[in-house]
């Protein structure tokens, strides 16, 4: 038992591997056509002070957004909001402390922002990590559910009221989701979520990116209900060469240096699906929807289960205390 529990999800996280590997082969990496300028517009970016979190902060400044870099990591925020204010940016960019594996940070980051009285047009849900030894939040939560997702389903939900008072029809405000391909190899354990019972990092991470997806798919359907001008898609960068894979066993890693200089995306090139999903014009209006390469793609079969997309919002709403369910 332990053992399927924990070795088939790593068998079906490294095929989904192998799989984007291969495309990526033979497949060019998505180029950003070009988008319209965003002046007066303000993003927010978590986990955007290094990588693809970064490179998407970037690209949004240069279009003319106001940017709020929101991270855990003081002077690594303050050192990407210099390097973009060297970079020619022609928005505003500033970095603001969040802990998305802290209810409580996450709660106080929401109301600062909501104090300040500005608008928000797009918000990109791109931090994560990536098998990470086991671990809980001071909240109780496994830190992978935690941080990829459970995290981000709060702030989203703390700023919701300010995405649709921000947008308007004809000019959507846009949520983001970065999920991963490793979503069709996750499963959802509703009754024990913390992995409690047979730990293994691949399956806690795999579960934290379809519970993205099902995320996604359930928001943009209360959204079209309500007529809500806001649009909310999941984005796939693919494989990209990022911090991310720093936790993956020493052999691995050994293994991933000379491939990942060949096949995988940088993170500019992965960063361009966000990007693109939040500032291009082809992209106004449209949600629910998954993005991989720069085109539209069906995710799992289970991400469309709408039973399941309820369980997980009802759960989700009841972990972090929101009367919401």
């Not at 180029?31 to 993003?43: C, E, F, I, M, Y």
């Not at 279009?63 to 970079?87: C, D, F, P, T, Y």
């Not at 919701?160 to 405000?173: A, E, H, I, M, V």
């Not at 720069?294 to 469309?304: A, F, L, P, V």
Request: proline share 3%; charged share 20%.
């Amino acid at each position: 038992m332990w053992l399927l529990s924990v070795l088939l999800p790593l068998l079906k996280l490294y095929f989904c591997g192998v799989k984007v590997l291969l495309y990526q082969t033979f497949n060019r990496a998505f180029t950003l056509p070009v988008l319209p300028r965003q002046d007066g517009r303000v993003a927010m970016v978590t986990g955007g002070t290094r990588g693809m979190g970064y490179e998407t902060a970037k690209h949004l400044a240069k279009l003319g957004m106001h940017v709020v870099i929101a991270g855990n990591k003081r002077e690594e925020g303050a050192a990407a909001v210099r390097r973009i204010q060297e970079e020619d940016s022609q928005g505003k960019v500033e970095f603001v402390f969040v802990d998305l594996t802290s209810l409580k940070s996450v709660r106080q980051f929401a109301q600062t922002f909501q104090n300040r009285g500005l608008p928000l047009h797009v918000l990109v849900n791109n931090a994560g990590i990536m098998m990470v030894p086991e671990g809980q939040t001071e909240d109780g939560v496994e830190i992978h559910f935690a941080l990829n997702y459970l995290g981000h389903f709060l702030l989203t939900n703390l700023l919701l009221d300010t995405l649709k008072r921000s947008g308007r029809p004809g000019r959507c405000s846009r949520i983001i989701n970065m999920s991963s391909a490793t979503h069709y190899a996750g499963e959802m354990h509703m009754d024990d979520l913390n992995r409690r019972i047979c730990y293994s990092s691949h399956s806690a991470y795999a579960q934290s990116k379809l519970a993205l997806v099902l995320f996604t798919y359930h928001l943009q359907e209360q959204l079209t209900a309500g007529g809500f001008p806001v649009t909310v898609s999941a984005v796939d960068p693919g494989m990209v060469d990022t911090a991310l894979y720093d936790n993956l066993w020493s052999i691995v890693q050994a293994l991933k240096k000379p491939v990942a200089k060949i096949l995988f995306r940088t993170p500019a090139e992965g960063a361009s699906i966000s990007v693109y999903a939040a500032a291009a014009s082809e992209m106004e209006g449209v949600g629910g929807c998954y993005l991989y390469n720069g085109h539209r793609k069906q995710s799992s079969d289970t991400s469309y289960d709408s039973e399941l997309q309820a369980k997980l919002w009802k759960k989700s709403c009841e972990l972090v205390g929101l009367q919401k369910a």
